[in-house]
């Protein structure tokens, strides 16, 4: 399966999310491959950081620009069980192209009304790419850095799941100091030492919605 990061706005918690779900994805015994599509590099600053902490970091990383996003992930996705691409928060030709190789888009989104408002030039550019592709992309939204509990988080819930094209999981990531801390160290939640549980929890939930609900996008409204 190809998983790809998407989303138009920065700092919504691609990178963090393809990490998480590339040793997740590691440590039930698969194959992975983290392309990192990004300029500013982010995955592979955390791999560079997890080389430092761990002999065998257990996944395969590589660095892919432009239109060879679509190329190599084509050329090398039989050696692997899984590919995780990590993409910048904007409309480039990498974000482009790992949507157009991809089998499943995940978008973070955090549950403030300027994040929900780029959410319309998202659809547009997925719609374009679902009627370029043969089979239909797979697109799963969730909230990401969401507040313990707040009137945001409902109302962010809610404008999602009136958006069928974005396949909204219910299934929420919290702002917790353990993502940014175990990310600084090359790590992801499940691997610090004295995790925290509700972390590890979360992503889990999430990571069972998106790896067993391979939902179509829903047809639009006759
Ligand atoms: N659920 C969370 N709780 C707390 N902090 C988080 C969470 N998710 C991400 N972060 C932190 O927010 C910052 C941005 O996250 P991240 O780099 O994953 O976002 P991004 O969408 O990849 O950003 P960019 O636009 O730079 O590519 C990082 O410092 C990360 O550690
Ligand atoms: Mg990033």
Same mark, same amino acid.
């Given at each position: 399966m190809i998983y790809t990061m998407c989303g138009?706005? &920065? &700092?919504?918690g691609r990178s963090t999310i393809a990490e998480n779900l590339t040793v997740w994805l590691m440590r039930q015994g698969h194959d992975v491959l983290l392309v990192d599509a990004d300029d500013q590099g982010t995955v592979a600053d955390f791999t560079i950081w997890r080389e430092a902490t761990k002999d065998d970091i257990g996944y395969t990383m590589v660095k892919l620009d432009g239109g060879n996003v679509r190329k190599q992930v084509e050329a090398l996705k039989p050696k692997y069980d899984h590919v995780v691409i990590d993409t910048g928060g904007r409309d480039t030709t990498s974000q482009r192209a790992a949507l157009f190789v991809a089998d499943v888009a995940l978008i973070p989104i955090r549950p403030r009304s300027h994040d929900v408002w780029t959410l319309t030039k998202l659809i547009e550019m997925i719609t374009e790419i679902q009627a370029a592709r043969p089979l239909p992309l797979v697109v799963h939204t969730f909230l990401n850095c969401?507040?313990?509990?707040s009137q945001e988080n409902r109302e962010a819930a809610e404008a999602l799941a009136?958006? +069928?094209? @974005? &396949?909204? @999981? +219910?299934h929420a990531i919290k702002n917790r100091k353990a993502y940014p801390v175990s990310g600084a160290k090359g790590l992801t939640v499940f691997e610090v030492e004295q995790p925290d549980l509700k972390a590890v929890a979360e992503i889990d939930t999430l990571f069972n919605a998106i790896t067993h609900e391979q939902a179509i996008p829903a047809a639009p409204a006759q």
């Amino acid at each position: 399966m190809i998983y790809t990061m998407c989303g138009q706005k &920065g &700092g919504s918690g691609r990178s963090t999310i393809a990490e998480n779900l590339t040793v997740w994805l590691m440590r039930q015994g698969h194959d992975v491959l983290l392309v990192d599509a990004d300029d500013q590099g982010t995955v592979a600053d955390f791999t560079i950081w997890r080389e430092a902490t761990k002999d065998d970091i257990g996944y395969t990383m590589v660095k892919l620009d432009g239109g060879n996003v679509r190329k190599q992930v084509e050329a090398l996705k039989p050696k692997y069980d899984h590919v995780v691409i990590d993409t910048g928060g904007r409309d480039t030709t990498s974000q482009r192209a790992a949507l157009f190789v991809a089998d499943v888009a995940l978008i973070p989104i955090r549950p403030r009304s300027h994040d929900v408002w780029t959410l319309t030039k998202l659809i547009e550019m997925i719609t374009e790419i679902q009627a370029a592709r043969p089979l239909p992309l797979v697109v799963h939204t969730f909230l990401n850095c969401a507040d313990i509990t707040s009137q945001e988080n409902r109302e962010a819930a809610e404008a999602l799941a009136a958006m +069928p094209e @974005l &396949g909204f @999981l +219910p299934h929420a990531i919290k702002n917790r100091k353990a993502y940014p801390v175990s990310g600084a160290k090359g790590l992801t939640v499940f691997e610090v030492e004295q995790p925290d549980l509700k972390a590890v929890a979360e992503i889990d939930t999430l990571f069972n919605a998106i790896t067993h609900e391979q939902a179509i996008p829903a047809a639009p409204a006759q």
